[in-house]
């Protein structure tokens, strides 16, 4: 299958982008530096995308840009009502020094469902991926090439109309910034330890969970701050049934005795592109795989019992860390490790930098 095949979008024409280059973009050396050890979303290159959409005009006024500030009216919808939403995606240096991306067409339909749910315009999955493209045309230099290093591309769209009513923005704009990533887990994987939220909810139902917007990882920030005040890595939260939803940025997958792999699924939890690809690879293995509703004691009994062999959580930066700990205010329960989760972010890991047969098509090349 082809990178848009069925994709209602296909067949539209290119956008024809107008680039202004950066006069005060880092220099060689500089960036050399930075890419050295680069961290995450410190840094970021020298140009971004900015597209514009309005009621009566739709998409226009395409361009690559030098990165800098953005100028807001103060009464700007989205700093009243939080019309934003934004998505996550990487761009990774092959062996051969080209660069590619991974499932971004998946990427561009999430930024279209997150679109819906914020009453936003959905951008054409094609100017989606071509918005890639034009920015690694000019900073395609700031990808780096040391081990488990990319560069972080965030795609973003908030509305800018300025006025004060509760409606729908008529005027919002799209961006595309990157940041050079190094290594999530420095000196290798290691097992984290997760603090069980239960005086907060991350979403409700019918709210805004299956979307990748800004207030969802607002309301995750106080309880994650009362993880870190309890020696812990990340925050798991619970549905209103008391079933297990998602940790504050990835998704969770539990490792069954039989070999069947279940992952919670509801319509307030964010479809993660990762975890939908570390699936398909554990079902291209022959092992069993579930989307469904896990309770909290689910999760502990099946642990305490063998039932559940193991647990990881899965997502765009981290990739996948198996869980080691999940603490709660009157229990610690350790949780098993074991090869399945190292072993799948491995071979996720050795096709998205180009090590192993990509036998999915799931990349896509963003040079030349």
Not at 214 to 233: I, K, R, W
Not at 240 to 264: A, H, S
Request: with cysteine.
């Amino acid at each position: 299958m082809t990178l848009l095949e069925n994709d209602p979008d296909a067949g539209l024409a290119p956008l024809e982008f107008a680039v202004t280059r950066n006069l005060a973009a880092a220099a060689a050396a500089r960036r050399d530096e930075i890419l050295a050890n680069p961290g995450f979303g410190t840094h970021f290159t020298d140009h971004m995308v900015d597209i514009c959409w309005s009621v009566l005009g739709g998409w226009h006024r395409p361009r690559v840009q030098p990165y800098g500030p953005i100028t807001l009216d103060p009464a700007a919808a989205v700093l009243h009502y939080g019309q934003e939403i934004f998505e996550g995606i990487k761009a990774y240096r092959h062996a051969d020094g080209s660069v590619h991306t991974f499932r971004p067409d998946q990427n561009g339909r999430r930024l279209q469902r997150s679109a819906r749910r914020l009453a936003l315009p959905e951008l054409p999955v094609e100017w989606f991926v071509q918005s890639l493209r034009e920015l690694i045309a000019v900073d395609g230099a700031w990808v780096p090439s040391g081990a488990d290093q990319s560069l972080y591309l965030r795609p973003f769209m908030f509305a800018k109309e300025a006025f004060l009513g509760v409606r729908p923005a008529n005027k919002v704009a799209y961006y595309l910034i990157a940041s050079p990533a190094g290594a999530y887990f420095t000196g290798g994987v290691k097992p984290v330890s997760i603090w069980l939220s239960e005086d907060f909810a991350r979403a409700g139902k019918g709210g805004t969970g299956a979307a990748k917007t800004g207030g969802n990882y607002a309301s995750s920030l106080l309880p994650q701050a009362e993880a870190y005040e309890n020696e812990c890595d990340q925050v798991v939260f619970l549905d209103q049934d008391r079933n297990v939803e998602e940790l504050g940025g990835m998704n969770v997958v539990f490792v069954y005795k039989d070999g069947t792999i279940v992952t919670p699924q509801s319509d307030s939890i964010l479809e993660g592109i990762t975890r939908d690809s570390i699936l398909q690879l554990a079902r291209d293995r022959g092992h069993k795989v579930e989307g469904r509703a896990v309770s909290l004691d689910e999760w502990r009994q099946g642990v305490a019992s063998g039932d559940i062999v193991e647990v990881f959580a899965c997502g765009t930066a981290a990739v996948v860390t198996p869980i080691g700990v999940l603490k709660g205010r009157d229990f610690i329960d350790q949780q098993p490790v074991g090869e399945l989760a190292l072993s799948l972010r491995e071979e996720l890991t050795d096709i998205q930098y180009g090590r192993r047969e990509d036998k999915h098509g799931w990349l896509v090349r963003l040079d030349g």
